[in-house]
T-cell receptor, first 112, second 111 residues
Framework: DGGITQSPKYLFRKEGQNVTLSCEQN?????MYWYRQDPGQGLRLIYY???????QKGDIAEGYSVSREKKESFPLTVTSAQKNPTAFYLC???????????FGQGTRLTVV | GENVEQHPSTLSVQEGDSAVIKCTYS??????FPWYKQELGKGPQLIID???NVGEKKDQRIAVTLNKTAKHFSLHITETQPEDSAVYFC??????????WGAGTKLIIKP
């Protein structure tokens, strides 16, 4: 089945630790995105990648890092520099930014 | 930069009635306006979209209208059903690979 897979679904980490969220797609899409979702708010763009080995900061990139070594994979690292990392993280992919975006099921990160 | 406002934040309608959600955008250069539905604990899914060269688009019970002059677009759901209960997001494409999202509308269908 074609789609986009995020793992894990739930993640608990201690304050000060880095954590990496996985995102894999088999849709052959060039563009991939990471969003953060907080209660009562829309999706906010963290990072996006248009092509392998290239990525750009979104509106809230501080405290996050990404890599795009393969077309299928776009992992997100939440670093200890992120002041308020507890949130629901969504990964998406699309052929281009003004076409349908396909989302994963999300990862709920809780920092304790 | 682009800003998208979405209203209402919560909408409760009787099953079988219609629901309307409205969004306004600020950047007149925006040219693509999708609507996504998000069910609890899942990622959003596209339900309908419209481009700036079209004023209205329909897909069965769902329709979207766009008023470029007033810079607003609306989602219309007719004959609502229990499975329509979800959070709905509008968005506007401003270029530079960025969609700008509204804050979402929680739609509640009362039996």
């Amino acid at each position: 089945d074609g789609g986009i897979t995020q793992s894990p679904k739930y993640l608990f980490r201690k304050e000060g630790q880095n954590v990496t969220l996985s995102c894999e797609q088999n849709l052959n899409h060039d563009a991939m995105y990471w969003y953060r979702q907080d209660p009562g708010q829309g999706l906010r763009l963290i990072y996006y990648s248009q092509i392998v080995n290239d990525f750009q900061k979104g509106d809230i990139a501080e405290g996050y890092s990404v890599s795009r070594e393969k077309k299928e994979s776009f992992p997100l690292t939440v670093t200890s520099a992120q002041k308020n990392p507890t949130a629901f993280y969504l990964c998406a992919s699309s052929i281009s930014p003004n076409t349908e975006a396909f989302f994963g099921q999300g990862t709920r990160l809780t920092v304790v | 930069g682009e800003n998208v406002e979405q209203h209402p934040s919560t909408l409760s309608v009787q099953e079988g009635d219609s629901a309307v959600i409205k969004c306004t955008y600020s950047d007149s250069a925006s040219n693509y306006f999708p609507w996504y539905k998000q069910e609890l604990g899942k990622g959003p899914q596209l339900i309908i979209d419209i481009r700036s060269n079209v004023g209205e688009k329909k897909d069965q019970r769902i329709a979207v209208t766009l008023n470029k002059t007033a810079k607003h677009f609306s989602l219309h759901i007719t004959e609502t059903q229990p499975e329509d209960s979800a959070v709905y997001f509008c968005a506007a494409f401003r270029g530079n690979y960025q969609l700008i999202w509204g804050a979402g509308t929680k739609l509640i269908i009362k039996p």
